[in-house]
């Protein structure tokens, strides 16, 4: 096989594996929105925005519309330095 049918076939299949391994799509934006930072980080939204909250990941932009920095929160991700996991509370 050719590098350029090796290629192609990297195009093709490249959609379905993330589909099936459910990878966000990448995108070029240097901010992400709440909603996209807990899809790529595999969180839900309130985990996002408990981060920001105690200062583990900086949000900014306007109240209704919060931007996170892709590079902080691939940083944070890589870092290992926040746990997914909300604390339990104990009353």
Known sequence: MSEGELARLAELVA????????????????????TE??????????????????????????????LIDRAELSGLLAGGRVSTRPRRRYR
């Open 15 to 34: 959609p379905l594996v993330a589909a099936e391994l459910r990878i966000a799509p990448v995108r070029t934006s240097e901010f992400v929105t709440v």
């Open 37 to 66: 930072a807990a899809e790529l980080a595999r969180v839900t939204e309130s985990t996002v925005r408990r981060w920001i909250r105690t200062g583990a990941l900086t949000g900014g932009g306007s109240p209704g519309r919060v």
